[in-house]
């Protein structure tokens, strides 16, 4: 808040709002394709969009429920491979883009139902390891069963999505269009959620899952709810990436994917949904622009430097760097600030105390 | 028949590799309940460590004579001790602050520093393989229709010898006392005046050491590295650690052998391919049905 | 009418027997305490009560239902709830949102609702909101009301708990020590606030060591040592009981 209190005091009353600014957000958002001087930056936006998509379903899991997902790339892949399947030569099926936004999103949730039943009960690291290991075993077993997945070629020539007779084609304005309008859908849903009593559950289990079932939470059915949330989510990106890139194969949902949008999260503001959005952007644009970018630029300059190859280093600083110093991300929400520097005062307490022990031992 | 005792064979030596690897994770573990993430790059910096001395000793194939004790003795020692400074400094530098923040933080600066390293091991020795040098003489010996090679039995053994000497370390040293001490009750340790950050950081030394040796000993055994090595065996070999019981140095070293051999069975009976898929179900599997592990102890939550 | 029983009730772990054969009851209505030593298996019995532990023997009754080996969000919901020891607020949430949370078992709003915020559920919501402000003031919160809850006096959290425990419009509510490090006047106000509660109707059982605060406000006192009752009875009655001295003091030289 602090980054934009300055700008927003400027603004009349009217328009200070939280409506408003949603308002504005998406006015511009609109406005984008027309900025961009060819088609290049609309199908970034469009690529784009479907990682917010990613980004808002893993904030729902990890940002308000608290459980470390890090396997999310899997729903992904289920989404995706959906669309795959039933609109595609592959096996002949072709059942139109709408229908299937909600059968993928549907199967995804279920497949988010499947492993968090048994799981969910772990202690949160455990869990973790659990979702890796899901996130493993999902991608390599797409890669194994090539008589119905097309194996390491994945599954071309999809279909692309009508709109009442209207073709999407090859121009990615159609497919912003429609991302956008999903964005719009899932902020609103997840903003619901967070502002309701599945929301409040979520966030009592976060803090203490005990204290939370004598309010009569039922802790595995809430987390699980979750989860299907967050998979559903996925399912809607992994459908309408599918239909835009007209292909899926395996080496899309690779574990550095699922690291890329929880990187999103602790860059924007785990828990907070403008902050994510931000947060799923920026890195966006590093992967697109900014790193090949800079790399021509260095090459111009004469510096044989490949910014391109060192993403993972990138990402990896920035995991690092947030967590130790802004864990709270660039747009925190009020709660997830305190909960994270009140740690901050308990450790010096904490030092101080032990600083006294270690006096009265010696 | 023969070819079941073949991949025993096999299992057994790449079974040693990953107890090695997980005995690193489940002393951090055990110590301040974190997966370190990192653990599996620090065990192919290892090799690469290995690499680099060999290269320094003029070394690119196989060594004969006494000359041969001592390559190994300076290789060996140097990927330890380079990897157990690693350890320390990523401690250090990334956990430490983060000793009392909420569960998730340490996990995703883990990951962070697992990326980071895996990246600066790609801009070391670039994105393919790199060859590794044979350097000890390889003869194989005839067990009925079963081969055993030489190499094979020097990573049983090595394994087995830095396991034992851990072994004496934590149960019959002051420091391991200490090492105990701080696992079971960091505040109490603390009251009895042990030092926990230096034990801390002791752990860090000597788990990473260890991975360093595994490092040194997968170099010579496969013949060849990768920088992304790292995240594959550092999933199996946390596996390993969580079938034997996460902070069970016995378990590690049982489940480290027991996740090899599943390995080398899944591949030869079924195919290389569902190894992995076999491997992370066991994970997956024994996480949900028996998460304490075959030799952990489940605890009862007092409230 | 019984409202809890209990009825030869043991808890083990490992080899410590916590609870031994504990025959308790609570009539409907009244304020019960629970009193002994250090470790005799007060908070154990409370832990039973909710669900945390599942008996190693013996059977929980409660208005009627057996509720042995019972989830704890299922006894919550049946109409049993509780403060802890070490207060176990949901600290990054504000007063109202910690007892907002406290109404879950009476709300209804599910998934759709939540997600749709349908005109049921924001109906709903008004109404738990208005029920949370005049919790807030039942319990002397009315300035705290989006203050963190971490970030209250140890008194007024001690309170919040109570008014989080008492939104889920319970039967019976217990209250594990809940005048520990209060002074004086604070526990005056805990006194008056215990009456307050079961003029509601509300049966309050308490585990407590102030024993001036047990001895005016129970009506009825058990005692625990290792595990066992060793009496019951009237404060007048457990006062004067020999075995409960000696628990206390240790036996006469």
Same mark, same amino acid.
């Given at each position: 808040m602090r980054l934009i209190a300055p700008l927003t005091a400027r603004l009349p009353p009217a328009l200070r709002t939280p409506r408003a600014g949603t308002a504005l957000a998406f006015?511009?958002?609109?406005?984008?394709?027309?900025?961009?001087?060819?088609?290049?930056?609309?199908?970034?936006?469009?690529?784009?969009?479907?990682?917010?998509?990613?980004?808002?379903?893993?904030?729902?899991?990890?940002?308000?429920?608290?459980?470390?997902?890090?396997?999310?790339?899997?729903?992904?892949?289920?989404?995706?491979?959906?669309?795959?399947?039933?609109?595609?030569?592959?096996?002949?099926?072709?059942?139109?883009?709408?229908?299937?936004?909600?059968?993928?999103?549907?199967?995804?949730?279920?497949?988010?139902?499947?492993?968090?039943?048994?799981?969910?009960?772990?202690?949160?690291?455990?869990?973790?390891?659990?979702?890796?290991?899901?996130?493993?075993?999902?991608?390599?077993?797409?890669?194994?069963?090539?008589?119905?997945?097309?194996?390491?070629?994945?599954?071309? =020539?999809?279909?692309?999505? #009508?709109?009442?007779?209207?073709?999407?084609?090859?121009?990615?304005?159609?497919?912003?269009?429609?991302?956008?309008?999903?964005?719009?859908?899932?902020?609103?849903?997840?903003?619901?959620?967070?502002?309701?009593?599945?929301?409040?559950?979520?966030?009592?289990?976060?803090?203490?899952?005990?204290?939370?079932?004598?309010?009569?939470?039922?802790?595995?059915?809430?987390?699980?709810?979750?989860?299907?949330?967050?998979?559903?989510? =996925?399912?809607?990106?992994?459908?309408?990436?599918?239909?835009?890139?007209?292909?899926?194969?395996?080496?899309?949902?690779?574990?550095? #994917?699922?690291?890329?949008?929880?990187?999103?999260?602790?860059?924007?503001?785990?828990?907070?949904?403008?902050?994510?959005?931000?947060?799923?952007?920026?890195? =966006?644009?590093?992967?697109?622009?900014?790193?090949?970018?800079?790399?021509?630029?260095?090459?111009? #300059?004469?510096?044989?430097?490949?910014?391109?190859?060192?993403?993972?280093?990138?990402?990896?600083?920035?995991?690092?760097?947030?967590?130790?110093?802004?864990?709270?991300?660039?747009?925190?929400?009020?709660?997830?600030?305190?909960?994270?520097?009140?740690?901050?005062?308990?450790?010096?307490?904490?030092?101080?105390?032990?600083?006294?022990?270690?006096?009265?031992?010696? | 028949m023969d070819v079941f005792f073949q991949q025993l064979i096999n299992g057994l030596s790449l079974g040693g590799i990953y107890a090695l690897i997980a005995l690193g994770y489940t002393m951090v573990y055990g110590i301040i309940e974190?997966?370190?993430?990192?653990?599996?790059?620090?065990?192919?910096?290892?090799?690469?460590?290995?690499?680099?001395?060999?290269?320094?000793?003029?070394?690119?194939?196989?060594?004969?004579?006494?000359?041969?004790?001592?390559?190994?003795?300076?290789?060996?020692?140097?990927?330890?001790?380079?990897?157990?400074?690693?350890?320390?400094?990523?401690?250090?530098?990334?956990?430490?602050?983060?000793?009392?923040?909420?569960?998730?933080?340490?996990?995703?600066?883990?990951?962070?520093?697992?990326?980071?390293?895996?990246?600066?091991?790609l801009y070391w020795r670039g994105p393919s393989p790199v060859p590794f040098p044979q350097v000890i003489p390889n003869p194989q010996f005839a067990l009925g229709a079963v081969t055993i090679q030489a190499k094979q039995i020097i990573v049983v053994l090595l394994a087995v010898v830095l396991m034992v000497v851990l072994q004496t370390f934590v149960y019959n040293t002051r420091l391991g006392k200490a090492m105990r001490a701080t696992a079971q009750d960091k505040d109490a340790a603390q009251l009895m005046g042990i030092d926990i950050n230096t034990t801390i950081a002791l752990t860090f030394l000597i788990g990473s050491a260890l991975a360093g040796a595994a490092g040194f000993v997968s170099g010579m055994y496969y013949g060849s590295t990768w920088f992304f090595n790292g995240f594959g065996a550092g999933l199996k070999a946390f596996t390993a650690a969580v079938l034997g019981g996460i902070g069970n140095l016995a378990g590690a070293m049982l489940g480290g052998f027991l996740i090899g051999l599943i390995e080398a069975m899944t591949t030869q009976f079924i195919s290389d391919q569902w190894s992995n898929v076999v491997v992370f179900s066991v994970l997956v599997l024994v996480l949900i049905f028996r998460p304490s592990g075959l030799l952990g102890e489940s605890l009862p939550n007092k409230v | 009418m019984a409202l809890l029983t209990m009825e030869g009730v043991t808890q083990r772990f490992g080899g410590l027997t916590a609870v031994d054969a504990l025959d308790f009851t609570i009539e409907a209505g009244s304020i019960v305490a629970m009193i002994g030593p250090n470790g005799a298996g007060k908070s154990t019995a409370f832990n039973l009560i909710t669900g945390i532990y599942t008996p190693s023997a013996g059977r929980i009754a409660f208005a009627g239902t057996d509720i042995t080996g019972w989830a704890t969000s299922r006894i919550a919901a049946l109409g049993i709830a509780r403060t802890f020891q070490n207060i176990r607020l949901f600290g990054f949430m504000s007063a109202i949102d910690n007892v907002l949370t406290g109404e879950h078992a009476r709300l209804h709003a599910n998934l759709v609702d939540s997600l749709l915020h349908t005109p049921r559920q924001r109906a709903e919501e008004g109404a738990a909101r208005e029920r949370a402000l005049a919790m807030l003031a039942f319990v002397g919160l009315e300035d705290a009301v989006e203050s963190y809850a971490r970030n209250l006096a140890y008194g007024v959290q001690r309170r919040l708990e109570i008014g989080r425990a008492l939104a889920s419009e319970p039967k019976l509510l217990l209250l594990d020590e809940p005048a520990a490090g209060m002074n004086p006047s604070e526990k005056r106000d805990l006194v008056a606030l215990i009456r307050k509660i079961r003029d509601r109707g509300i049966t309050v059982f308490l585990i407590e060591h102030d024993m001036a605060l047990v001895m005016e406000i129970s009506e009825r006192i058990t005692v625990l040592d290792h595990g066992e009752k060793i009496a019951e009875g009237d404060p007048a009655q457990v006062r004067s009981d020999p075995k409960v001295i000696e628990a206390y003091l240790g036996s006469p030289a």
């Open positions: 006015a511009a958002a609109l406005a984008l394709p027309f900025i961009g001087r060819n088609g290049a930056f609309t199908n970034f936006l469009a690529d784009a969009g479907a990682f917010v998509l990613l980004a808002l379903g893993l904030n729902i899991v990890v940002g308000f429920a608290g459980l470390l997902d890090l396997g999310y790339a899997a729903f992904f892949a289920i989404g995706s491979y959906s669309y795959a399947m039933l609109a595609s030569p592959q096996f002949g099926i072709h059942l139109p883009f709408w229908v299937l936004l909600f059968v993928a999103s549907a199967i995804a949730a279920i497949f988010g139902i499947l492993l968090g039943a048994p799981t969910l009960r772990l202690r949160g690291d455990y869990l973790a390891i659990v979702t890796l290991g899901f996130g493993e075993i999902v991608p390599q077993t797409f890669l194994n069963l090539s008589q119905w997945t097309g194996g390491p070629n994945g599954i071309g =020539s999809l279909d692309q999505p #009508v709109l009442f007779g209207y073709r999407f084609g090859f121009n990615p304005l159609p497919y912003y269009l429609m991302v956008l309008g999903l964005i719009a859908l899932a902020a609103w849903l997840a903003n619901n959620l967070r502002t309701s009593r599945l929301g409040r559950a979520w966030m009592a289990i976060r803090e203490d899952e005990l204290a939370a079932a004598h309010m009569g939470i039922n802790t595995t059915s809430t987390k699980l709810a979750a989860f299907a949330m967050g998979a559903s989510f =996925s399912g809607l990106a992994g459908c309408a990436l599918a239909s835009k890139l007209q292909l899926v194969s395996p080496d899309q949902f690779m574990f550095n #994917v699922s690291v890329f949008v929880l990187a999103m999260l602790v860059l924007g503001g785990m828990g907070n949904i403008p902050g994510v959005i931000v947060g799923s952007l920026i890195l =966006s644009a590093l992967e697109r622009f900014i790193l090949p970018q800079t790399t021509n630029f260095m090459h111009n #300059v004469g510096l044989n430097v490949d910014l391109t190859n060192s993403r993972f280093l990138i990402y990896g600083v920035i995991l690092v760097t947030m967590m130790l110093f802004r864990p709270e991300g660039l747009i925190p929400s009020r709660q997830r600030n305190a909960e994270l520097h009140a740690g901050q005062a308990d450790r010096r307490a904490a030092a101080a105390e032990g600083e006294l022990l270690t006096e009265v031992i010696h | 974190l997966i370190n993430f990192a653990h599996g790059d620090v065990y192919t910096l290892g090799t690469f460590f290995s690499l680099a001395i060999l290269t320094l000793l003029g070394v690119d194939s196989v060594v004969h004579g006494p000359a041969l004790i001592g390559v190994l003795a300076v290789t060996i020692l140097g990927a330890m001790i380079l990897c157990g400074l690693t350890g320390v400094i990523i401690e250090r530098l990334a956990y430490r602050r983060l000793r009392n923040a909420p569960k998730l933080a340490p996990l995703i600066t883990a990951i962070g520093m697992s990326f980071i390293l895996e990246n600066l091991m | -």
